[in-house]
């Protein structure tokens, strides 16, 4: 099981600003290791951020973002103590959701 | 001369292959789009997404620095305010697949993203918003990479 994401969701007016720190490896399939072989690519595909239960984006990820990723995206119409959740998913089918409340 | 059918077409069976044999379970999901972020070129990004041609626009903005000094952490923002914005696509030209990154965009969420990526080396990098219109514009900037961030 994967540690937990960092989630801050901030309200400002009608809106939210979240941003997600996760933590992954995201191997970029392109490094070699110390035997000269390719380590293979392991990198978050899928991120969906729901919003009460509602899906409001959906990313697909190449292998190129950035080890522990980070994303930052505003959600419309969201007020303190909305759920915030956020799932993603790696090339290897391992799975993790973290929620937050917005504030 | 390898032509782009042919890749195609051996890709298809290695990836036939792999299935058979059971190592392939990474791609078992129907709606990651996997030829897309094996693409090279800008044009080949957008070919594999279904997009047309792409028309560069002040209404599309990307953001980064202009100088990164380590190529594994490059923040990067892409957005736009134009209404109708399906998906928004971050790419870098010179990395060994272009396609970053992908936002399917929903009323709910404001056309704009950052997030970091990974960069072998100075290149351009493109922010393209994809219009429910099927319009496709696109920004692009100049990024200096002082280490590279891909190889190793």
């Not at chain 2, 032509?3 to 990474?26: D, H, Y």
């Amino acid at each position: 099981m994967a540690d937990p994401m960092r989630i801050r969701a901030q309200v400002a007016g009608d809106k939210a600003t979240v941003r997600v720190l996760m933590a992954h490896e995201m191997e970029s399939g392109q490094r070699k290791d110390a035997a000269g072989k390719l380590v293979p690519a392991w990198h978050i595909a899928e991120v969906t951020a729901t919003h009460n239960g509602k899906t409001v984006l959906t990313a697909e990820w190449g292998p190129a973002v950035s080890k522990n990723p980070f994303l930052q995206f505003v959600v419309k119409g969201a007020k303190a103590g909305d759920k915030i959740a956020v799932t993603w998913k790696d090339n290897k089918g391992d799975t993790r959701t973290d929620e937050a409340t917005a504030s | 001369m390898q032509t782009r059918r042919k890749t195609l077409k051996q890709s298809a069976v290695v990836a036939g292959l792999l299935a058979a044999s059971g190592m392939f379970p990474q791609y078992a999901f129907a709606a990651y789009n996997k030829t897309a972020f094996e693409a090279k070129s800008l044009a080949d990004v957008l070919k594999a997404m279904g997009a047309g041609a792409p028309v560069e626009s002040k209404d599309v903005t990307i953001g980064g620095p202009d100088i990164a000094e380590n190529g594994a952490v490059v923040p990067l923002t892409a957005g736009t305010a134009l209404p109708g914005v399906k998906q928004i696509l971050i790419l870098v030209e010179k990395n060994p697949s272009a396609l970053i990154a992908v936002f399917n965009v929903t009323d709910s969420v404001e056309a704009n993203f950052a997030t970091r990526a990974k960069m072998g080396q100075s290149s351009d990098v493109y922010a393209v918003a994809i219009m429910a219109d099927g319009k496709v514009l696109f920004a692009k900037k100049e990024v200096k990479v002082t280490l590279g961030g891909c190889g190793g």
